[in-house]
Antibody, heavy 119, light 106 residues
Framework: QVQLQESGPGLVKPSETLSLTCTVS????????WSWIRQPPGKGLEWIGY???????HYNPSLESRVAMSVDTSMNQFSLKLSSVTAADTAVYYC?????????????WGLGTLVTVSS | EIVMTQSPAALSLSPGERATLSCRAS??????LAWYQQKPGQAPRLLIY???TRATGIPARFSGSGSGTEFTLTISSLQSEDFAVYYC????????FGQGTKLEIK
């Protein structure tokens, strides 16, 4: 059974860079697309972007100028960096795997990690 | 950007009743529409993709329909574990979620 686990600081200062890593276990990162999604407390879901195991990426246009994703196939991990954060970036951040049939549809999700932006 | 609008925002029903949730796209997304269920403190769970294909392990009481701009998620006979928030998501152009419908016990 594929499992995903987000890790990273739970508190980030305004204007700094949020950095998270997703570790995949029970399956290979190879041959799949992987997404980051976030959810502000009490609000809905926002797709941040995806990365292919080969390194190809696509980001939500509304966040594109601040987002960077990378992948490390040797560690079965992929990562998210979001720069110049503000309080509006406070959210639970999820990593997820895309279905094999194609499209930005996520069938396996991590438990999520809360990142708070505050000084 | 494609905007997804879900209705109603909240729905109060009793176990055993039929639930009908709607999702509208601001422009055609063809059949590139997914539905997710989210319970408090949990990650979303994929229910439906391709507008009508149930994901692995999803009970037959969940069904999806529609294409273009109008979509529906139907739960034929509500079970206690079905009370949750439901999100639609288009993936015709990247991925945009609706704001959610909260399904509550009446």
């Amino acid at each position: 059974q594929v499992q995903l686990q987000e890790s990273g600081p739970g508190l980030v200062k305004p204007s700094e860079t949020l950095s998270l890593t997703c570790t995949v276990s029970g399956g290979s990162i190879i041959s799949y697309f992987w997404s980051w999604i976030r959810q502000p407390p009490g609000k809905g879901l926002e797709w941040i972007g995806y990365i292919h195991y080969s390194g190809g990426t696509h980001y939500n246009p509304s966040l594109e100028s601040r987002v960077a994703m990378s992948v490390d196939t040797s560690m079965n991990q992929f990562s998210l960096k979001l720069s110049s954060v503000t309080a509006a970036d406070t959210a639970v951040y999820y990593c997820a795997r895309h279905i094999s049939q194609g499209g930005t549809v996520m069938d396996y999700w991590g438990l999520g990690t809360l990142v708070t932006v505050s000084s | 950007e494609i905007v997804m609008t879900q209705s109603p925002a909240a729905l109060s029903l009793s176990p055993g009743e039929r639930a009908t949730l709607s999702c509208r796209a601001s422009q055609s997304v063809r059949s590139n529409l997914a539905w997710y269920q989210q319970k408090p403190g949990q990650a979303p769970r994929l229910l439906i993709y391709g507008a009508s294909t149930r994901a692995t392990g999803i009970p037959a009481r969940f069904s999806g329909s529609g294409s273009g701009t109008e979509f529906t998620l139907t739960i034929s006979s509500l079970q206690s574990e079905d009370f949750a928030v439901y999100y639609c998501q288009q993936y015709d152009r990247w991925g945009t979620f609706g704001q959610g419908t909260k399904l509550e016990i009446k």
